[in-house]
């Protein structure tokens, strides 16, 4: 692999050829990553030409190129957002000191810990997605699909950079583990719980896109307001491509939906049965879903009291959601507060210190997010004449981690026995019949303008481009 | 007969609430605070939005990308925006400012007049109501296209060029004062196609002490350089005296590059753009439609086919040119024109100010030359371009539209053939 031109080959604007150790080091991982791609990337796939977006520079203009590449030739680069001049952190005990252009010995540990564990959701995704594009429901779908893979390769290239270029030996070390541990895997699994999920059908990545990134979104919004300048920058850039993963995810949802209410105006009816046999899915089964992808991703907030993101805080590392905007002291020493318990096998409210409940503070700024768009579902409903309502559920429904974990509470917010949890947990979550049936409509629709019978086309192309384009040329 | 053109129209910038999914990057791209939201709804400033574009590309719905033309004193408030469930239809067109090519300064046909105004707009959007370019022209080049590079220089990271030549290719004593310019890039690469363009980044700032943008010109020379082997391109810029509307204006970037000087070093980004790219198949047919400095790609796209011809290497098709300008000697390479072979390119000029004759303009010609023309449209190996002021998109469609159907064509059919495979091309500014 020498001689390769790396200026050239990885699009960057970092000065990575004015940098010769990283350069190398860099040119070490990079076989590494490509046979991580190959192994663990879309499956049967890497020959196909998919109508890709790549970043080539920050610019607007530079960060949306278009055009077919082959995914093993995807121009992965290394963006950061352009330096701001003079700029301060705004949070927590450093508040209006200069921001870090390295890192600062005693937050060593905590930066690469909150680095490696973003970075380890990246190729982690890909790994849960990598059977999908076998039973893409058009090219546009596979093509979307496919650009949210190699995004997410870049996002580890993203992180894998901050490991290589601030952490020394330790971090490419680190470097290297992000390509060992594996998706589901009981001896090296990786790091957060939802990662380590299936991701089996259409309509579980379309709610993965739409929750999970979503979280995504969050833990780096609030990563982009570090007192760490390099960390702020990188995932301020990541945040762009993110955007395209929702979208991806609402849309999807949305012309599940608008499938599904053509299908019952068409046959006048709202019975599940009648509604399967037609081939669309009912929206009780959608809501279910939901329920699942929902309730495992607030858990990726962490736990509702932690003194880690306490310390986070306080040390500069990790801001919360739009901490710009927020008009209090940014120090949040005396503030308070409320979070969820139990208190009398019933849910209560109490007050803690905030500093100490800031995964939740960023829990309840993505609930307030995720319910505006189930919202713009409902307007599908709506506009089809269709009395259905999807909703959220309860925030303490179906949790692993925190002080809610293993309750037995409704999606409506009432506690209730394991024995009554046990007998209507398939009202509430996707049963494995829900999960055949929905995988018993999943196949490959291969022509161009062609879409499976369980959801809609979309509104608009990508790029401007027909709805019936070539996205993905098999060849 | 045209009056002045409607002052009032204005293109209004619109978020479609349908498809937009509240990812922020749109407000957060946007330079200059145009883009506000709030529980509902993401909106922009009429009064602010200066249509710059850096919104678009980046969204990742196309939600973004919506366009209403509406008088200027009604333009929908934020306040109202924010209530929609979907975006309002389309003004009725009384409502829009209609401005043909035969306006009172249809020598103005210039990509002048872009030049001043923001960057991204010379690509054909935004798109007006009613008459929709999107709606015929290609957005892929056709099959036999070379690949382009686009993009290698940006706004953040231009490359410079050292001008080689500067002279002006209208007559002294007309109005127009249109220069041919040529840029040498020495060792840096510059790659570009017949039918790119490039940008320019005029030194300095503007009013409000921010730097100039880049303005956006067609490359007017072929694809191994203006003189064969060199790394060279040439451009063809209209100094800009006037505005859309017919107000005296000194254009930043126009006046900056038509008084360059040999030697000078400019500021450039690009490549840009990846369809409105030539065919290179053997026995391809170009039909090239355009107006004043529209005629620069039409100029790089004949100089690289009598290239090929003279080389003896190729046999290429059949060239038929319609171009427009107010008069003969207001016409951009009227001399070097007229010397090409009749059986090499098929030249018809349109003037619309020529002392003792009628008027006539690009449409007219074509419906004259209507059977040839006909007969081009049949082949699928034939590719059509159109370049000039936007106003001329409507009717030279119009115009494509009823030739094919004197020659028995089913425009139904051919319309959408022609835009699906990369066989109608339309860059207006």
């Known amino acids: 692999m020498t001689g390769i031109n790396y200026s050239e080959r990885i699009p960057n604007n970092v000065d990575l050829s004015g940098d010769r150790a990283l350069q190398r080091a860099l040119e070490q991982w990079q076989p590494n990553f490509l046979g991580w791609w190959r192994e663990m990337g879309p499956d049967g796939s890497q020959d196909f030409d998919v109508y890709l977006r790549t970043a080539v520079s920050v610019e607007p203009q530079g960060w949306a190129h278009f055009d077919y590449v082959k995914m093993p030739d995807y121009r992965w680069g290394i963006f950061l957002n352009p330096r701001e001049e003079g700029r301060r952190i705004h949070f927590g005990e450093h508040l209006g000191e200069e921001a870090w252009q390295d890192v600062p010995g005693e937050h060593r540990a905590n930066l690469r810990r909150i680095i490696v564990t973003q970075g380890d959701t990246e190729p982690a995704s890909v790994e849960q997605q990598r059977h999908l594009g076998l039973t893409a429901p058009s090219l546009y779908d596979l093509r979307n699909l496919f650009q949210v893979n190699v995004e997410e390769g870049r996002h580890l290239w993203a992180m894998v950079y901050l490991l290589h270029r601030y952490f020394g030996r330790d971090g490419r070390e680190e470097a290297e583990a992000l390509l060992e541990r594996r998706s589901g895997d009981v001896d090296n699994p990786r790091i957060l719980g939802a990662f380590n999920e299936r991701t089996p059908d259409w309509l579980s990545f379309f709610m993965f896109t739409y929750f999970t990134d979503r979280d995504g979104k969050f833990q780096l919004s609030a990563l982009a307001e570090s007192g760490f300048d390099p960390l702020a920058r990188t995932t301020k850039f990541m945040l762009t491509e993110e955007a395209h993963h929702m979208f991806v995810g609402e849309s999807g949802v949305s012309r599940v939906l608008q499938r599904t209410c053509e299908v019952m105006n068409q046959l006048g009816t709202d019975d599940p049965a009648r509604i399967r046999a037609a081939g669309a899915i009912d929206l009780p089964t959608v809501q279910r879903y939901l329920n699942f992808h929902y309730s495992v991703t607030i858990d990726l907030f962490g736990a509702d009291q932690s003194s880690n993101a306490a310390t986070f805080y306080s040390s500069g590392l990790k801001g919360r959601f739009e901490e710009g905007k927020r008009t209090d002291d940014h120090r949040l020493a005396g503030d308070t507060y409320r979070v969820l318990e139990i208190r009398d096998g019933r849910l209560a409210e109490k007050e803690v210190p905030m500093l100490n409940a800031l995964n939740e503070v960023l829990r309840d700024d993505f609930i307030r997010d995720s319910v505006g768009g189930v919202q713009r579902w409902n307007r599908v409903m709506d506009k089809a004449g269709i009395p259905f309502r999807l909703s959220v559920p309860h925030k303490a429904f179906n949790r692993q981690i925190g002080t809610l974990a293993n309750l037995h509470v409704t999606p409506e917010g009432e506690a209730v026995s394991e024995a009554q949890w046990e007998a209507r947990r398939h009202e509430w979550l996707a049963s494995p019949e829900d999960r055949a049936f929905v995988a018993s409509l999943m196949g490959r629709v291969a022509e161009p303008g062609r879409f499976a019978g369980w959801i809609a086309p979309p509104a608009v192309g990508i790029n401007r481009q027909p709805v019936d384009f070539e996205y993905v040329r098999f060849n | ?429």
């Open chain 2, 1 to 429: 007969m045209d009056t002045a053109p409607d002052t009032t129209a204005l293109r209004q910038h619109l978020i479609d609430p349908e498809i937009c999914i509240r990812c922020n990057t749109c407000e957060s791209t946007c330079p200059i605070g145009a883009i506000t939201h709030d529980d509902r709804n993401y909106v922009v400033r009429a009064d602010v939005c200066d249509l710059c574009m850096a919104c678009v590309p980046p969204c990742p719905t196309g939600a973004i990308d919506n366009w209403r033309t509406v008088p200027r004193h009604a333009a929908y408030p934020v306040e109202e925006q924010l209530l929609w469930d979907e975006l309002p239809p389309e003004q009725p067109p009384e409502a829009m400012a209609t401005r043909g090519p035969d306006g009172p300064d249809a020598a103005a046909d210039t990509r002048a007049i872009t030049d001043e105004s923001a960057f991204g707009t010379t690509t054909g959007r935004p798109a007006v109501a009613r008459f929709n370019v999107a709606d015929h022209a290609s957005t892929v080049p056709p099959w036999s296209a070379a690949h382009p590079y686009v993009n290698l220089y940006g706004p953040g990271n231009p490359t410079l060029a050292t001008v080689a030549g500067n002279v002006r290719v209208t007559d002294a004593g007309t109005e127009s004062d249109t220069h041919h310019v040529v840029l040498d890039f020495g060792t840096l690469p510059f790659p570009v196609l017949e039918g790119q363009s490039i940008g320019i980044v005029p030194p300095g700032q503007d009013a409000l002490g921010r730097p100039h943008h880049a303005r956006q010109y067609s490359v007017a020379s072929p694809r191994n350089g203006e003189r064969p082997g060199y790394n060279n391109v040439s451009l063809t810029v209209k100094r800009v005296t006037i505005d859309h509307d017919g107000r005296p204006v000194r254009g930043v970037c126009s006046n900056y590059v038509c008084d360059l000087r040999v030697g000078d070093v400019v500021q450039v980004i690009g490549p840009f753009g990846a369809s409105f790219l030539m065919p290179n198949h053997p026995r391809s047919n170009l039909v090239m439609i355009c107006t004043g400095t529209g005629a620069a790609p039409m100029r790089a796209m004949t100089e690289w086919r009598r290239r090929l011809r003279t080389s003896g290497k190729f046999e290429g098709g059949q060239l038929m040119l319609f171009f427009g300008a107010r008069t003969e000697r207001e016409l951009p390479y009227f001399g070097p024109l007229m010397k090409l072979p009749k059986d090499f390119i098929d030249v018809n000029l349109a003037l619309s100010r020529e002392s003792g004759q009628p008027r006539r303009y690009v449409q007219d010609l074509m419906r004259e030359r209507a059977s040839d023309l006909a007969r081009l449209l049949a082949s699928p190996d034939t590719f059509v371009y159109v370049c000039g002021l936007k106003s001329m998109e409507e009717g030279v469609v119009d115009t494509l539209r009823d030739v094919a159907g004197q020659g028995g064509l089913d425009w139904a059919t051919l319309g959408p053939a022609l835009r699906r495979e990369g066989r109608l091309h339309i860059e207006t500014y």
